[in-house]
């Protein structure tokens, strides 16, 4: 079974510009989250995207956004893109499960934003 | 609000050795806790979790933790650290069903293995 699928794996981008990066889930899963990782702020939770509805959102500014395909499937976008938005963005996916249980979440390789 | 204390940055340990890295948390409601590792330049790796049931849980690699509700604990450990397993570790809290799959990770300890 293939795992959380993240592409690019790299990119280099000037500021000003707009990324997308994509995910795949794990097939099955209907969950899908990001998260971004910096040195200075650790792993911290953009968004979760479930049945192609943001289900949640972390604190982060509007230039930060994503949805999600019927397939479930995810992108996420960063517009108007800032030096301080260099990180490694996080795709994990779950079995969005329900009842009194928790949800396994795994992650993928992430991509790597360069921003000069 | 929910949180996660890793209180070891980093820790040298010797090949051979035994291995223990602290979790502390704080949750509302019935933790869902996870350790995961990360090597350079990669994702994170789920090493194992804590739902219910057995405190004390087996993971990849020889790993194990030990969920301790009174101390808000949910220390990783390993009886023989190999090289191969120098790289950062990441506990989470989180991860209810049917809410939200949001995780809220600790700041990391990363291992460094001499030989």
């Known amino acids: 079974k293939a795992g959380v699928t993240q592409t690019p794996r790299y990119l280099i981008k000037t500021r000003g510009q707009q990324v997308t990066l994509s995910c795949s889930p794990i097939?099955?899963?209907?969950?899908v989250s990001w998260y971004q990782q910096t040195p200075g702020q650790g792993l911290q939770f953009l968004f979760e995207?479930?049945?192609?509805?943001?289900?949640n959102k972390g604190n982060f500014p509007g230039r930060f956004s994503g949805r999600q395909f019927s397939n479930s499937r995810s992108e996420m976008n960063v517009s108007t893109l800032e030096l301080g938005d260099s990180a490694l963005y996080l795709c994990?996916?779950?079995?969005?499960?329900?009842?009194?249980?928790?949800?396994?979440?795994?992650f993928g390789e992430g991509s790597w934003l360069t921003v000069v | 609000a929910q949180s996660v204390t890793q209180p070891d940055i980093h820790i040298t340990v010797s090949e051979g050795a035994s291995l223990e890295l602290r979790c502390n948390y704080s949750?509302?409601?019935?933790?869902?806790l996870f350790w995961y590792v990360q090597s350079p330049g990669q994702g994170l790796q789920l090493l194992l979790k804590?739902?219910?049931?057995?405190?004390l849980v087996q993971g990849i690699k020889g790993f194990e933790a030990e969920f301790k509700r009174s101390q808000s604990s949910f220390n990783l450990r390993k009886p023989s650290v190999h090289w191969s397993d120098a790289a950062e570790y990441f506990c989470?809290?989180?991860?209810?069903?049917?809410?939200?799959?949001?995780?809220?990770f600790g700041t990391g300890t990363r291992l460094q293995v001499t030989l």
């Open positions: 994990a996916s779950s079995l969005a499960l329900t009842g009194n249980s928790g949800n396994t979440i795994y």
């Open positions: 097939s099955g899963h209907r969950s």
């Open positions: 995207y479930f049945s192609e509805t943001q289900r």
């Open positions: 949750y509302g409601a019935t933790p869902y």
């Open positions: 804590y739902f219910s049931g057995d405190t």
């Open positions: 989470a809290v989180g991860g209810a069903a049917g809410t939200a799959s949001k995780l809220t």
